[in-house]
C-alpha cells in the first residue's frame, strides 16, 4: 500500500511541475506569433507572412462589425501607406492559455496616402491594447482598442492653422458664390417689376 500512494505521489509532482512548463512553453511560442505581427507586418511591412501568422478563418472583431482576414490586412497596408516609417513598439506583454494581450505604442508620420487624406506631414503617436486568441501557433480572432480621439486631436492640433485658414477660405468662397447666386435673381425680379 505504501508502495502505491508513493508512486501516485510522484505522478502528481511529476504531472503537476510538467503542466505549468507545458503552459509556460505555449505562452512563449504564443508570444513569439505575437511579436512576429509587431515586427514583421507593421515594423518591417512584410505582409507576405501573414499566411503563416493568421489562421484561414481569422476574425477581427470590431466595435461595429467584424472583419476577415482580407479586410484586416487591407487596413494594415493602408496604415503602413500613409505612415511609411510606422514603428509599433510592444510596451507590455501577457499570455494566459490562448490568449496573448499586448499593450503597444504606434509612431509615425503622415507622409503618404492610405487613410483616406492626402499626406499632411502629421506625427502620430498613440497606444493601443489587443488581445489574440492563438490555436495551434496561429491568430484566430482579434480584439484591439485605441483612443481613436486621441488620433484626431493630434491631426487637428498640428494642422490647425492650414485647417483654420482652409475653413476661412471656404467660408469666404460660400460667401462669394451666395452672392453670385442671388444677384441674377435680383436682376430678374427687378427687370420684371419695372
Known amino acids: ?25 505555449a505562452a512563449a511560442k504564443n508570444k513569439a506569433v505575437a511579436r512576429r505581427v509587431f515586427e514583421e507586418i507593421f515594423n518591417q511591412g512584410k505582409f507576405q507572412v501573414a499566411d503563416e501568422i493568421y489562421a484561414k ?16 490586412q487591407a487596413a494594415a497596408r493602408g496604415e503602413k501607406n500613409a505612415f ?6 510592444v510596451n507590455l506583454m501577457a499570455a494566459e492559455d490562448d490568449l496573448v494581450t ?5 509612431r ?6 492610405g487613410i483616406g487624406l492626402p499626406p499632411t506631414g502629421v506625427k502620430l503617436e498613440l497606444r493601443g491594447i489587443t488581445v489574440w486568441r492563438i490555436v495551434d501557433g496561429k491568430i484566430r ?17 498640428q494642422l490647425k492653422w492650414p485647417l483654420l485658414g482652409f475653413l476661412s477660405a471656404a467660408v469666404i468662397l460660400g ?11 435680383r436682376t430678374r425680379l427687378a427687370n420684371a417689376t419695372s
Not at 511609411?84 to 513598439?89: G, I, Q
Open 57 to 72: 478563418d481569422f476574425v477581427n472583431h470590431g466595435i461595429h462589425r467584424n472583419a476577415d482576414l482580407q479586410e484586416d
Open 1 to 25: 500500500m505504501k508502495r502505491i500512494v508513493r508512486t501516485l505521489f510522484l505522478f502528481m509532482c511529476v504531472g503537476l511541475v510538467s503542466l505549468p512548463a507545458a503552459a509556460a512553453d
Open 175 to 185: 460667401w462669394v458664390l451666395c452672392r453670385v447666386i442671388r444677384r441674377p435673381r
Open 102 to 106: 499586448v499593450v503597444w505604442t504606434l
Open 141 to 157: 480572432e482579434e480584439w484591439t482598442s485605441f483612443d481613436q480621439l486621441q488620433a484626431a486631436r493630434q491631426f487637428v492640433t
Open 108 to 113: 509615425g508620420t503622415h507622409t503618404g496616402a
Open 84 to 89: 511609411p516609417d510606422l514603428k509599433m513598439t
